[in-house]
């Protein structure tokens, strides 16, 4: 019998829907929210709201595209944390009513776990190389930069993370304190194609073990650019670009140099990497070096799996109703949620 899993994801801006069967997408549908742009960063009450505007025409495009009705779906998985409460709340209450509704099994999520099981998601007519176990995992996001031993799809333990911000939160701020709006990291991504990545040099933090700090990065590059502008006012216009990929080349390379540090101590050569940040091509360009270097087996996330989506909550909820593990109805979601 086949399983077809509905997935659900809100952990924090993008309200997503999508339909996997039997491990094939069949349908991955994402509203993105513009209403936050104007204030540079999410607005975690907005946020909600627009959830609660977009989710039940999100799962009904979903739905469409994959071309099944609501008998057809065997179970509804949702993303129950880590993120923003009032926005879990409202892919939690959906998820629980359908399933209330259907008579169907209920799976939770984790957002992390989600961003890694990106990587296990078929596609029809479309060749992808799954990753082999067990391999290590770079997962950088808006919100977590963490290294991952991924033992099996439902077992997986962290070996290191940042001790304050996330990757994305470095790119997302820095952005903001060279005038770039909100999600800075694709911008700077974009401006940094054409940028001198050694024009300027930022100072890497000095962090044991495996672990990474972005914050002392970000305060540095501002306290630059407020120095840099007190003796040339145009000085952000006039080297954008250099800017850009220098600080996009400085938060790679400290991403690198612990990746590297991992692969050392756990002899582990098989590395992916995951999340909104792994959409970066100065990282995958990075990653490439490395696979030429050192041999890495790597594996790269199609660009629609790197950020939100609800494709990477059903295939994790595939393999956990395989598993049989399933939430009861007095299920919450949890804003801290590790793994
Ligand atoms: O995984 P994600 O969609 O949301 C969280 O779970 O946090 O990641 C969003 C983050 C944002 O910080 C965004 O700026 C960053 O991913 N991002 C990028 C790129 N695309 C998205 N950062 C650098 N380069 C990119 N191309
Ligand atoms: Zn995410």
Redesign the pocket.
């Known amino acids: 019998m086949s399983i077809t899993i509905l997935g659900i994801e809100s952990s924090?801006d993008d309200t997503s829907a999508s339909v996997i069967k039997d491990g094939f997408l069949l349908s991955n549908v994402t509203a993105n929210q513009d209403v936050h742009k104007a204030y540079g960063g999410v607005v975690p009450e907005l946020a909600s709201r627009a959830h609660q505007q977009n989710i039940i025409p999100v799962v009904d495009q979903a739905m469409k595209q994959a071309n099944v009705s609501k008998k057809d779906i065997t179970a509804i998985a949702f993303t129950r944390g880590p993120g923003l409460l009032g926005s879990l709340l409202v892919g939690t209450s959906f998820a629980k009513s359908f399933s209330l509704a259907m008579d169907i099994p209920l799976v939770e999520v984790n957002?992390l776990q989600g961003?890694i099981l990106a990587h296990f998601i078929k596609e029809y007519e479309k060749e992808n190389r799954l990753p082999e176990f067990p391999f290590l995992c770079l997962l950088v996001?808006?919100?977590h930069t963490q290294l991952v031993v991924i033992k099996n799809h439902l077992e997986m333990g962290v070996i290191g993370q940042t001790i304050d911000d996330a990757a994305?939160?470095a790119?997302?701020k820095c952005a903001k304190v060279i005038g770039l709006s909100y999600?800075?990291?694709?911008l700077?991504?974009k401006n940094a194609k054409v940028g001198n990545k050694d024009a300027f040099s930022f100072s890497k933090p000095r962090i044991k073990d495996l672990d990474y700090s972005f914050s002392g990065l970000k305060t540095s590059f501002l306290y630059f650019i407020r120095d840099s502008i007190k003796e040339n006012p145009d000085f952000i216009k006039e080297n954008m670009m250099d800017l850009c990929a220098s600080i996009q080349h400085t938060i790679v390379e400290i991403l690198m140099d612990k990746l590297e540090k991992a692969v050392k101590q756990t002899g582990i050569k098989k590395i992916a990497i995951a999340?909104?940040?792994s959409?970066?091509s100065g990282l995958q360009n990075a990653m490439k070096d490395r696979a030429v270097k050192y041999g890495w087996d790597i594996f790269i996330p199609d660009f629609k799996f790197t950020?939100?989506n609800a494709a990477m909550i059903a295939i994790t909820g595939y393999y956990k109703y395989l598993n049989k593990e399933f939430a009861s109805q007095d299920i919450a979601p949890l804003a801290r949620f590790p793994f």
């Open positions: 924090c957002h961003h996001s808006g919100g994305g939160e790119f997302d999600p800075g990291g694709p700077i991504d999340g909104g940040v959409a970066n950020t939100d």
